[in-house]
């Protein structure tokens, strides 16, 4: 599966370009193995940071910016138990970035239909 979008934002922080790629191999019928590129392209065009008066008459800083870029890769399994909910285990890891801090790790997720 593929997907974009550009993510306008309406205030100081920068407008995104995103691109996200999965893919999955059935193990069983119970079993998927997932595989996913997400792309996070800062467009740069976000007002920067800003300087606003704190209390006591002095100025204090708010990062606003968020220019930055991410691309990292996901692996994981997605269990279907019966009755339909979905159990998922994996492990995400940067593997570019510009601006970001370290963001990589296990998780875990449960899914069920609505």
Known sequence: ???GAVRLRGSAASDE??????TGLSLTPSWLL???LNVIQGLGN???NVDVAGSGGGVGFVATGTNYDLTKLQLSTLYTAPGGSQWQVG???P????NTGAAGGPFVAAWWRF
């Open 1 to 3: 599966m593929l997907g």
């Open 17 to 22: 370009l995103r691109v996200d790629a999965s």
């Open 34 to 36: 997932l595989g996913e």
């Open 46 to 48: 976000g007002r920067g």
């Open 91 to 93: 492990y995400q890891q």
């Open 95 to 98: 593997v570019m970035g510009r």
